[in-house]
């Protein structure tokens, strides 16, 4: 064969390879109605095309759709606005008809409604389609999803691949999306088709991360009446309040929790989530026991039952710590329950040690109940201090106020060290026990404390008073009561008895009974507690202990200052009118303001 011959053949092979590969402009019916038939025989899909259609041979015989819309059935899912570009298989187009191995969908919108979905006889389906030929690959990319009855779920930059070669094999997912402007990563997603359809158990897989958050499962899953998952679960979030910002889903104390986790096995059907023996960490502290999550209400109910050998709650009693601004004044701030409350939870705890904020308790039994605009937290035992605490606090929102409440009693409480967990002076010592109960009702802290009314009592037995010896004060004050107010600090005043009732109104809490009772000494107090101001403003009338009730006191104090920095004095004027020589000066009674003043009195 000569040359000339044989470049001719080359040539003419090049042509019809070139020819083959390159992608051929079609008319728009013949090619597309094909395919249009196609996808709906096989997947129940309705197909339009209204671009252009190409297609090519080589290296696979492919075809490439523009403007292309898909359909399901009762608009459950539309796909409108992509391209399509699919892979033939070979042997059905020797015969003339046209199956797609593959698809491709490229920046198409998506709208689809669950309820619809939700509808679809998705068993029914599968096990119609499952003995014929199917594709094996879908590609989504470049695309955006929107439901219509989903709130805060819609998805940008969808980029998924949907994998199921055989019925033999799982249908396997994997991809990404822009939810809420955050990449969301679904790192795999497998279940078998062909089991489901057949109402029978398949095994399934789930790994699903976002920047916050991590969602891992794998077990079994079955359709049927009763559709049900089963299997070991485990969830991470770094940040509850970052997650709950970033993502909207409301769940209870979202806003005011830092990392959890939850692992476990679970089970799970329409009507309930379940871990029937769960592992939950909360920042460092890991917690044993029960949790569910109920969807057959109104709101999601999360209940649960956990024990700890530790447990750090500060975070959730930190909104208490920022009614307070910097300056030491109550906030003016609006209390606003609605993130904190935005699920409904039914906890019951219970720790060897628990951390309330600077409190700490021993062998806490506590529940916590939240509902829409609605927290309540109890405490049922409690060792505290070498003592006993219980109480409830309560924190409700209604018409725009918050209501809040709180009552408990203690007792065999060691004040001492008490006063040093709460950073105060360990000025006293002994056992206490009393009650407490204390309501208002406001738009922010200090309307609370405006309102506030309440009562409480203490009780102390067996202490003393640190920094003051009053024995030797009140004998100095009989030989020499002027140089008294300046030899009355050190030492200590022992007491075998000391309480104090307290009446709360408006904000002002009044002593409406204080004594103190000692080897020694006498005392009682009298005064008020100015709690809007974080005041005190009380005076102790102390006297020997044998002296009667009608006597006037031998020393009288004054109790002074804000709360973090109290003053305690001798009355100087006191002092002087024991004094012989100093008496005269002062006149028996106050001059009222209105009359002039006496320029010496003289005896």
């Given at each position: 064969?000569?040359?000339?011959?044989?470049?001719?053949?080359a040539?003419?092979?090049?042509?019809?390879?070139?020819?083959?590969?390159?992608p051929w402009?079609l008319?728009?019916?013949?090619?597309?109605?094909?395919?249009?038939?196609?996808?709906?025989?096989?997947y129940?899909?309705?197909?339009?095309?209204?671009?252009?259609?190409?297609?090519?041979?080589?290296?696979?015989?492919?075809?490439?759709?523009?403007?292309?819309?898909?359909?399901?059935p009762?608009?459950?899912?539309?796909?409108?606005?992509?391209?399509?570009?699919?892979?033939?298989?070979?042997?059905?187009?020797?015969?003339?008809?046209?199956?797609?191995?593959?698809?491709?969908?490229?920046?198409?919108?998506?709208?689809?409604?669950i309820?619809?979905?939700r509808?679809?006889?998705?068993?029914?389906?599968?096990?119609?389609?499952?003995?014929?030929?199917?594709?094996?690959?879908?590609i989504?990319?470049?695309?955006?999803?929107?439901?219509?009855?989903?709130?805060?779920a819609?998805?940008?930059?969808?980029?998924?691949?949907?994998?199921?070669?055989?019925?033999?094999?799982?249908?396997?997912?994997?991809?990404?999306?822009?939810?809420?402007?955050?990449?969301?990563?679904?790192?795999?997603?497998?279940?078998?088709?062909?089991l489901?359809?057949?109402?029978?158990?398949?095994?399934?897989?789930?790994?699903?991360?976002?920047?916050s958050?991590?969602?891992?499962?794998?077990?079994?899953?079955?359709?049927?009446?009763?559709?049900?998952?089963?299997?070991?679960?485990?969830?991470?979030?770094?940040?509850?309040r970052?997650?709950?910002?970033?993502?909207g889903?409301?769940?209870?104390?979202?806003?005011l929790?830092?990392?959890?986790?939850?692992?476990?096995?679970?089970?799970?059907?329409?009507?309930r989530?379940?871990?029937?023996?769960?592992?939950?960490?909360?920042?460092?502290d890991?917690?044993?026991?029960?949790?569910?999550?109920?969807?057959?209400?109104?709101?999601?109910?999360?209940?649960?039952?956990?024990?700890?050998?530790?447990?750090?709650?500060?975070?959730?009693?930190?909104p208490?710590?920022?009614?307070?601004?910097?300056?030491?004044?109550?906030?003016e701030?609006?209390i606003?329950l609605?993130?904190?409350t935005?699920?409904?939870?039914?906890?019951?705890?219970?720790?060897?040690?628990?951390?309330?904020?600077?409190?700490?308790?021993?062998?806490?039994?506590?529940?916590?109940?939240?509902?829409?605009?609605?927290?309540?937290?109890?405490?049922?035992?409690?060792?505290?201090?070498?003592?006993?605490?219980?109480?409830?606090?309560?924190?409700?929102?209604?018409?725009?106020?918050?209501?809040?409440?709180?009552?408990?009693?203690?007792?065999?409480?060691?004040?001492?060290?008490?006063?040093?967990?709460m950073g105060?002076?360990?000025?006293?010592?002994?056992?206490?026990?009393?009650?407490?109960?204390?309501?208002?009702?406001?738009?922010?802290p200090?309307?609370?404390?405006?309102?506030?009314?309440?009562?409480?009592?203490?009780?102390?037995?067996?202490?003393?008073?640190?920094?003051?010896?009053?024995?030797?004060?009140?004998?100095?004050?009989?030989?020499?009561?002027?140089?008294?107010?300046?030899?009355?600090?050190?030492?200590?005043?022992?007491?075998?008895?000391?309480?104090?009732q307290?009446?709360?109104?408006?904000?002002?809490?009044?002593?409406?009974?204080?004594?103190?009772?000692g080897?020694?000494?006498?005392?009682?107090?009298?005064?008020?507690?100015?709690?809007?101001?974080?005041?005190?403003?009380?005076?102790?009338n102390v006297?020997?202990?044998?002296?009667?009730?009608?006597?006037?006191?031998?020393?009288?104090?004054?109790?002074?200052?804000?709360?973090?920095?109290?003053?305690?004095?001798?009355?100087?004027?006191?002092?002087?009118?024991?004094?012989?020589?100093?008496?005269?000066?002062?006149?028996?009674?106050?001059?009222?303001?209105?009359?002039?003043r006496?320029?010496?009195?003289?005896?």
């Amino acid at each position: 064969m000569s040359r000339r011959v044989v470049f001719l053949i080359a040539l003419i092979s090049l042509a019809v390879l070139g020819t083959a590969a390159s992608p051929w402009t079609l008319p728009g019916g013949g090619l597309s109605a094909e395919l249009r038939e196609h996808v709906r025989d096989r997947y129940g899909l309705d197909l339009e095309v209204r671009g252009r259609s190409t297609f090519a041979v080589l290296p696979i015989p492919r075809v490439k759709f523009e403007n292309v819309t898909l359909q399901a059935p009762g608009d459950a899912l539309r796909a409108e606005g992509g391209t399509l570009r699919g892979e033939l298989r070979l042997l059905p187009l020797l015969f003339g008809r046209i199956e797609l191995s593959d698809f491709d969908l490229t920046q198409t919108r998506i709208t689809a409604s669950i309820e619809k979905l939700r509808a679809i006889d998705w068993a029914g389906l599968f096990r119609d389609r499952a003995a014929e030929p199917h594709a094996r690959r879908l590609i989504v990319s470049k695309s955006a999803l929107r439901w219509t009855d989903l709130k805060n779920a819609d998805l940008d930059r969808i980029d998924a691949v949907i994998r199921w070669t055989d019925p033999s094999e799982p249908l396997m997912v994997v991809g990404s999306a822009l939810w809420r402007d955050e990449l969301v990563t679904l790192e795999r997603a497998s279940v078998f088709p062909d089991l489901l359809a057949s109402n029978k158990i398949s095994p399934f897989s789930l790994s699903l991360s976002s920047r916050s958050a991590r969602l891992a499962a794998e077990g079994e899953a079955q359709l049927g009446d009763t559709p049900r998952l089963t299997g070991e679960s485990s969830i991470e979030a770094t940040s509850v309040r970052d997650f709950t910002r970033w993502s909207g889903v409301e769940l209870p104390f979202g806003p005011l929790l830092h990392s959890v986790s939850i692992s476990g096995d679970f089970s799970m059907d329409r009507r309930r989530l379940s871990w029937p023996a769960v592992a939950f960490t909360l920042g460092a502290d890991k917690l044993e026991g029960t949790l569910g999550v109920r969807f057959d209400t109104e709101r999601p109910v999360v209940t649960g039952t956990l024990a700890a050998d530790s447990l750090n709650l500060s975070d959730l009693f930190a909104p208490f710590a920022q009614a307070q601004t910097s300056n030491g004044s109550w906030s003016e701030e609006a209390i606003d329950l609605t993130r904190t409350t935005g699920a409904d939870l039914d906890l019951r705890l219970s720790a060897a040690t628990a951390n309330l904020g600077r409190l700490s308790l021993d062998d806490m039994a506590a529940s916590v109940l939240v509902q829409p605009g609605r927290i309540e937290a109890s405490i049922g035992r409690a060792a505290f201090y070498d003592g006993t605490l219980k109480g409830r606090l309560s924190l409700a929102a209604q018409n725009g106020l918050v209501d809040f409440r709180s009552q408990g009693t203690f007792s065999g409480v060691k004040i001492a060290p008490f006063l040093a967990a709460m950073g105060e002076p360990r000025w006293i010592t002994g056992r206490a026990q009393g009650q407490f109960s204390f309501e208002g009702l406001g738009r922010n802290p200090a309307d609370v404390i405006r309102q506030a009314e309440g009562r409480s009592s203490i009780e102390l037995k067996d202490g003393e008073l640190v920094g003051i010896t009053l024995q030797d004060a009140l004998r100095r004050v009989e030989q020499k009561p002027l140089l008294a107010s300046l030899n009355w600090k050190g030492g200590r005043t022992p007491f075998d008895r000391a309480e104090a009732q307290i009446a709360v109104k408006n904000g002002i809490g009044e002593i409406v009974e204080g004594q103190l009772q000692g080897p020694a000494v006498q005392a009682v107090l009298r005064g008020q507690i100015l709690l809007i101001e974080r005041e005190l403003r009380v005076t102790a009338n102390v006297s020997q202990a044998s002296a009667p009730a009608s006597q006037s006191p031998a020393l009288v104090f004054d109790v002074t200052g804000d709360w973090d920095n109290v003053a305690v004095a001798p009355q100087v004027r006191s002092l002087i009118e024991r004094s012989g020589a100093a008496k005269p000066l002062f006149p028996p009674q106050r001059v009222p303001a209105n009359e002039q003043r006496p320029q010496a009195t003289a005896q």
